[in-house]
């Protein structure tokens, strides 16, 4: 069946480091594949998405590639802000439905 | 343009009781969907609507829930009776038909307690 696999957290890291938070899935067909995230007391908000294989999605300097070899999905950011720090969300949808597969979450605190 | 409201934003009962959660979708939006995400846990489908009618609705646990959507605009999540392994965060969600790439919008979720 499908499946999202996400790595555990929490994350911490100081201001300015790299992150990587890691997606992997299961998935029959080409699904479309996204990174939500939930900043404290707010909805999940729609990161990125990308829809087929090699597509780089981008948004506030977070980015992730669609790599279907490896069947992964991680987030990347070059340079975190304590803004940043919420609860990141992989999932993976088929076309054509809206039945989204969410991983487990990751906690991202970034300390000033 | 106002986003997905659920309210409450917490709920606290105990063990037997009764609780309804609303959903108000994105205004023009047929499609309204309902998550859970336990403790810890994955983000799951509950089920899904196009207007009033229910599309799918092969993530309901069980029978102690009952979800509505009268005249295709909110909708309302009932539990009843509340279970302890029920508490955890009901998001909803909203689309309008033919939404690019599947994307939803969601609310900010409402957490039940059950003790």
């Known amino acids: 069946g499908n499946s999202v696999t996400q790595m555990e957290g929490p994350v911490t890291l100081s201001e300015e480091a790299f992150l990587t938070i890691n997606c992997t899935y299961t998935?029959?067909?080409?699904?479309?594949l996204f990174w939500y995230v939930q900043y404290p007391g707010e909805g999940l908000q729609l990161l990125l998405k990308?829809?087929?294989?090699?597509d780089k999605g981008s948004n506030k300097g977070f980015e992730a590639t669609y790599r279907k070899e490896t069947t992964s999905f991680h987030l990347e950011k070059g340079s975190v802000q304590v803004s940043d720090s919420a609860v990141y969300f992989c999932a993976l949808s088929h076309s054509g439905t809206y039945k989204y597969i969410f991983g487990t979450g990751t906690r991202l605190k970034v300390l000033a | 343009e106002a986003g997905v409201t659920q309210f409450p934003s917490h709920s606290v009962i105990e063990k037997g009781q009764t609780v309804t959660l609303r959903c108000d979708p994105i205004s023009g939006h047929d499609n309204l969907y309902w998550y859970r995400r336990v403790m810890g846990k994955e983000i799951k489908f509950l089920l899904h609507?196009?207007?009033?009618?229910?599309?799918?609705e092969s993530g309901m646990p069980n029978n102690r829930f009952l979800a509505e959507r009268t005249g295709g605009t909110y909708s309302t999540l009932k539990v009843q009776p509340a279970e302890l392994e029920d508490s955890g965060v009901y998001f909803c969600?909203?689309?309008?038909?033919?939404?690019?790439?599947?994307?939803?919008?969601f609310g900010a979720g409402s957490r039940l307690t059950v003790l």
């Open positions: 990308a829809t087929k294989a090699d």
């Open positions: 998935a029959t067909g080409y699904p479309s």
């Open positions: 969600a909203s689309s309008p038909t033919g939404s690019p790439a599947n994307v939803l919008t």
């Open positions: 609507f196009v207007k009033e009618s229910k599309q799918d």
